[in-house]
Nanobody, 121 residues
């Protein structure tokens, strides 16, 4: 499975941004796509995941109510709609594919290259 993350950028606080994760290759071998992020000097942290059918989603408490994860199976693409962005959301955002559902990055077998999101105050 190959993953291509895009959509990052520089925005002001309270703005919105939508990230995309395009999957190709043996996508049927994965059941879920997750988003993770890593800020400078910090460990990578879970943001959200979704199964390919879109019926199951899960969010980190820090983004719940502000971020929405969705999938477009026809395009093999998962989106992360981010609203009410805060400076503490600044990080490199990665999408990853897993054969299982979960928030543990060790469960994810395939990773995209990451896209930078910077939120200014």
């Amino acid at each position: 499975v190959q993953l291509q993350a895009s959509g990052g950028g520089l925005v002001q606080a309270r703005a919105s941004l939508r990230l995309s994760c395009a999957a190709s290759g043996r996508t049927f071998s994965s059941r879920a796509i997750g988003w993770f992020r890593q800020a400078p000097g910090k460990e990578r942290e879970f943001v959200a995941f979704i199964n390919w059918s879109g019926g199951t989603t899960y969010y980190a408490d820090s983004v719940k109510g502000r971020f929405t994860i969705s999938s477009d199976n026809a395009k093999n693409t998962v989106y992360l709609q981010m609203s009410s962005l805060r400076p503490e959301d600044t990080a490199v955002y990665y999408c990853a594919a897993s054969r299982r559902f979960g928030a543990d990055s060790r469960m994810y077998d395939y990773w995209g290259q990451g896209t930078q999101v910077t939120v200014s105050s």
